[in-house]
């Protein structure tokens, strides 16, 4: 037997027996270690603590707890959850079982639907198999035994995955007497380290994801490192039940979707009208005074157009279908630079002239599979807030800052207080599947890096995650009960340039190509809509509100002057109405506090002799009354200020 070396984290070093598992080296280190290890990391690669170690390397033993194990731990709760369905359900057919950002699921094919009750009777014996402990065996098939033995169990799914995804020889996973999978692992060692999981839903799903598939059934579950996490997260769920933008925006009469026009587009109306042109107005008077230059572009071109920027080629399952008309085939438009690139370059630019910052607010479709759909955050035709720079390399780094600084105004402005920031960055060029130089590359990293430096930014670096023409920020902002969600971008681009041929023309009299960054920062209005829907619970601030107060009148006989109240506020300039249904006065309170409206001003005999109003708070209650103008006043400085109190 041949000795090897294992680095440890600490940068110590131990000589072993080739052949030593991660496990047999966590028990030498301590037995603590070794009951908490999940899975190891060899050499970078996440592996199974019972995979013998051959030759000199890095070792990391990641442990209950670790976040980077959290995938491998809810994978493997996924197979826990195959391993309960094959015992309950025999002759279930298997699909896949991934880990998901929020949990795990698993795809069954069966003729019998599953049931809530199903649902119960599956965690149940999960939960059984979780006491049992039973190991995660790893085990070497060759392909075309594997292929035989699964077309004999009847599991042609899982012959067609093994077709596509395996080498000469593949690796299953057993798990208890029934269960055993096709899968590339790793996984924790035993189920008894799966400490908190629930199971959640039952949705029909497609094998790979394609509609004109076989459909099978979804279980989808969640799991924790521990009770406690789990129980934060299932109370978040239920609290974003109560957020769902699509039952919000149908009780607030904000928006809709309609069957007869059909899926993915939205309908805005009234009041959510009102909503999103303030969203739009404080954009496009931002975008003014950060010197961007508001333009307006065409939703479908020739497909020439595309055929320029690529899109045709590598863009063209996300478009629609062409069409034809007389002089050329068209398309609509799924993004907005081919046409701001156009307006660049319909005059000769000189380096005085840069940096261009053109900007707009371009509805865009994109063709979505009918499945995805979900309300107002993946739609088919959408409203960026787009705006794309063209400078030189001196000023990249400064319009870097001003597009970060802008997300984060975005941020602040709407009362979001907490944010992640993420650069992804290529690979130094190793792969070849990026475009653009490594001067390219390293001049856009750098003023990103530098960018966050200045404005004291945190960032996380994600290697090897960049689109191919270029590097970029994500923002993400974290919501009122802790979700994240993707909102800016600033995206580099060393293609658009390249294959539009842009120019200016610099000091030394020559053409030279100009950078061009991308950049969104609601990303999309439709989406940053849906989530400020979620974010507020439907209860937009005061600026926002589409009806900033409603004026109750107590009797018919109080009606000429809550008229005169209503008058008065919509002349102030605020979105004021009045209710005059003959209702009860206590009735119409619960109603606008249904519909989230700020401010209620019941006005009787007392409030019309004084001139005041009877002032109430949705979120305070009562606040007394108060002379017509003060509560102008007070509302305006709000409105004035952005103010998310009130
Ligand atoms: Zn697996
Ligand atoms: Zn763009």
Redesign the pocket.
């Known amino acids: 037997m041949s000795e090897i070396t294992i680095t440890l984290p600490d940068g110590s070093r131990q000589s072993v027996q080739a052949g030593t598992t991660p496990l047999d080296l966590a028990r030498s280190i301590s037995r603590r270690l070794a009951d908490d290890a999940l899975v190891a990391r060899v050499n970078g690669q996440l592996v199974d603590l019972c995979q013998p170690i051959e030759s000199d390397a890095t070792l990391e033993i990641l442990t209950l707890g670790n976040p980077e194990a959290l995938e491998v731990y809810r994978?493997s709760t996924a197979?826990l959850l195959a391993a309960a369905v094959l015992d309950l359900f025999p002759g279930t057919r298997l699909g896949i079982g991934p880990a998901t950002e929020t949990g795990f699921f698993y795809d069954f094919y069966r003729d019998e639907p599953f049931t809530p009750e199903d649902l119960e009777k599956i965690e149940a014996r999960m939960w059984e198999l979780q006491r049992a402990d039973l190991p995660y065996e790893r085990k070497l098939t060759p392909k075309e035994e594997g292929l035989k033995k699964y077309a004999e169990m009847g599991e042609n799914l899982k012959c067609e995955l093994i077709e596509e995804k395996a080498g000469e020889v593949f690796s299953e996973?057993t798990l208890g007497p029934k269960f055993i999978?096709f899968?590339r692992?790793p996984?924790v060692p035993s189920t008894s380290k799966i400490k908190a999981f629930k199971l959640l839903s039952i949705a029909g799903a497609y094998w790979k994801g394609d509609e004109r598939n076989r459909q099978g059934q979804r279980i989808y579950g969640t799991a924790f490192f521990t009770r406690k996490e789990l129980e934060d997260y299932l109370r978040q769920l239920e609290e974003a039940k109560k957020r769902d933008h699509r039952k919000l925006g149908q009780e607030l009469d904000l928006f809709s979707i309609q069957e007869l026009a059909g899926p993915g587009l939205i309908f805005f109306h009234p009041k959510g009208a009102t909503v999103r042109r303030i969203l739009e107005d404080w954009m496009r008077d931002q975008c003014v005074a950060r010197g961007y230059s508001l333009v307006y572009t065409p939703h479908i071109a020739r497909s020439d157009l595309w055929k320029t920027s690529g899109h045709y080629g590598f863009y063209a399952e996300n478009m629609f279908k062409r069409m034809e008309l007389d002089d050329a085939e068209y398309q609509l438009k799924p993004m907005n630079c081919p046409f701001h690139i156009l307006i660049y370059q319909d005059r000769l630019r000189s380096y005085r002239d840069l940096p261009v910052r053109l900007s707009e607010l371009g509805t865009v479709y994109r063709y979505e599979r009918s499945g995805v759909m979900h309300g107002l955050m993946r739609v088919r035709g959408f409203t960026q807030d787009d705006a794309h720079i063209f400078c030189t390399p001196e000023q990249i780094e400064d319009e870097v800052v001003n597009c970060l600084g802008f997300a984060l105004d975005v941020l602040h402005t709407f009362g979001f207080e907490q944010y992640q920031a993420e650069l992804s960055t290529w690979d130094g060029g190793a792969s070849g599947k990026y475009d653009g130089t490594p001067e390219q590359w390293n001049l856009a990293e750098n003023a990103l890096k530098h960018a966050c430096e200045r404005l004291n930014m945190q960032i996380k670096v994600v290697p090897d995650e960049a689109a191919f023409y270029g590097p970029k920020i994500d923002v993400k902002l974290v919501d009122a009960i802790g979700r994240l969600w993707q909102l800016s971008t600033v995206q580099f681009d060393f293609t658009l340039p390249r294959r539009f041929n842009l120019e200016y023309i610099a000091e030394d009299g020559k053409p030279h190509q100009p950078l061009m960054v991308h950049r969104a920062l609601y990303g999309s209005v439709e989406r940053f809509f849906g989530i400020l829907l979620e974010h507020y619970a439907g209860a937009f601030p005061v600026w926002l509100a589409p009806v900033q107060a409603v004026v109750l009148p107590i009797t018919d006989r109080h009606l000429p002057y809550a008229q005169q109240v209503t008058r008065r506020l919509q002349e102030a300039g605020l979105r004021a109405t009045l209710d005059d249904r003959k209702e009860k006065v206590n009735f119409k309170i619960r109603e606008a506090q249904l519909q989230k409206v700020p401010y209620m001003l019941v006005v009787g005999d007392r409030e019309a002799e004084a001139g005041t109003v009877s002032v109430r708070n949705r979120k305070h209650g009562d606040q007394g009354a108060k002379a017509v103008d003060v509560f102008i006043q007070e509302i305006t400085q709000l409105i004035a200020a952005k103010s998310t109190a009130e």
């Open positions: 994978h197979h996973y999978d899968c692992g996984h």
